[in-house]
């Protein structure tokens, strides 16, 4: 299957940072990412949709401010937590998704803010 | 709104024994159904899936059978080995074609030799 490359795969920064998560798709072109996030023992939770190109679209409850979502090519998204705080710490994973095909997932990143 | 509710885990087993992993959903209409597979250190992967009532999805062993009378999507297989450690997850999409994921908690599976 197609490869989704997510870095870095953990990363620990001081609260009021930033932080970049890098989302790449190796083999494929991705028309449209997703970006998940996931709390300890809760299920992946969807925060927002990404046409390359174009503005992303952020669900519900999800501050577009907080977190700045760039998808300026096809193969790279990216995610940038701004002024992290503790309550950010979580799970982050993107997936790329071709029309008529399956999403495919990146790695996943644990981010924990201190 | 749409909602997948998973057994939770961890969920520990010897090598060879049966695997049950339950799953049900709440969702209007006529989702499509899913499950991932998460190895460790690895990005989630298309265990197997189901896009009408009655279908089987099938994949290395594991199987789930759509039930739209239970809203369940349970995932199974018949002799797991120490490989399958890994965290299950089951998903469903109502949007056909956008991948537009709402998943479970995901399950930890450990298989013991």
């Known amino acids: 299957g197609a490869v989704v490359s997510q870095h870095p795969s953990r990363v620990i920064c001081k609260s009021g940072t930033s932080v970049k998560i890098e989302c790449r798709s190796l083999?494929?072109?991705?028309?449209?990412m997703f970006w998940y996030r996931q709390f300890p023992k809760q299920s992946l939770m969807l925060m927002a949709t990404?046409?390359?190109?174009?503005?992303?679209?952020?669900e519900q409850g999800v501050e577009k401010d907080k977190f700045l979502i760039n998808h300026a090519s096809l193969t790279l998204s990216t995610l940038t937590v701004t002024s992290a705080h503790p309550e950010d710490s979580s799970f982050y994973i993107c997936?790329?998704?071709?029309?008529?095909?399956?999403?495919?997932f990146g790695q996943g990143t644990r981010l924990t803010v201190v | 709104g749409d909602s997948v509710t998973q057994m939770e885990g961890p969920v520990t087993l010897s090598e060879e024994a049966f695997l049950t992993i339950n799953c049900t959903y709440t969702?209007?209409?006529?989702?499509?159904l899913f499950w991932y597979v998460q190895y460790p250190g690895e990005g989630l992967q298309l265990l197997l899936k189901?896009?009408?009532?009655?279908d089987k999805g099938s994949n290395k062993g594991f199987e789930a059978t759509y039930r739209k009378e239970t809203t369940s999507f349970h995932l199974e297989k018949g002799s797991v080995q120490v490989s399958d450690s890994a965290v299950y997850f089951c998903?469903?999409?109502?949007?056909?074609?956008?991948?537009?994921?709402?998943f479970g908690q995901g399950t930890r599976l450990t298989i013991n030799p």
């Open positions: 083999d494929f072109q991705a028309t449209t």
């Open positions: 997936s790329g998704w071709v029309v008529g095909t399956e999403a495919f």
């Open positions: 998903a469903l999409t109502r949007i056909q074609g956008a991948q537009k994921l709402v």
């Open positions: 189901a896009t009408k009532a009655d």
């Open positions: 969702a209007t209409g006529y989702p499509s």
């Open positions: 990404s046409n390359e190109g174009s503005k992303a679209t952020y």
